[in-house]
């Protein structure tokens, strides 16, 4: 079965046959999935009135378990931003009603961010909709094979961890 890479590194083997080709067989077709998520995760988030940073902020929250709140600062580590931005974010989740901030009762000076009832279906209701919409992209593969491919990519994310 040929795919769109396949042309792709025919041509490029054509007018660059001096290089090594193998990466590009690799990560041309990572990144064409890539889209193909993206798109996927935008229209469940969508269809659950959320945005994908929103979903990032209320999944960390939604992970933490009950009772669905974690520090300003282990939403950082959670989700990969500066301060200033997860600042305006927990703004604009909280003017949505999406979580709230509470007093730290262990640290006077600190809050806490916590999901609200309403954060939580949310972000279950867009998740719920991304693992049908991510299982359609992976229906082709056999399970064995999708263990495989995972450890495959486990792999090559390993030294970036």
């Not at 993206?38 to 990032?56: K, M, Q, V, Y």
């Not at 580590?77 to 301060?83: D, I, K, M, Q």
């Not at 600042?87 to 609200?116: F, I, K, Q, S, Y």
């Amino acid at each position: 079965m040929r795919d769109e890479v396949d042309d792709l590194v025919e041509a490029w083997g054509r007018e660059r046959g001096d290089l090594d080709l193998a990466p590009v067989e690799v990560f041309s077709r990572i990144s064409r999935l890539a889209r193909h998520l993206d798109l996927a995760r935008r229209d469940a988030f969508t269809a659950h009135g959320i945005e994908s940073w929103e979903f990032d902020v209320l999944a960390a929250l939604r992970r933490a378990g009950q009772p669905y709140e974690l520090s300003p600062g282990r939403l950082l580590r959670e989700t990969l931003v500066t301060s200033g931005t997860m600042t305006n974010r927990v703004d604009r989740l909280t003017a949505r009603g999406l979580v709230e901030r509470l007093p730290d009762p262990h640290d006077r000076r600190g809050v806490l961010v916590r999901l609200t009832i309403e954060g939580k279906a949310a972000v279950d209701g867009a998740f719920e909709a991304l693992l049908a919409a991510e299982a359609d992209l992976l229906a082709e593969l056999p399970d064995k094979q999708r263990t495989h491919l995972a450890g495959l990519l486990r792999s090559l994310l390993a030294p970036f961890s």
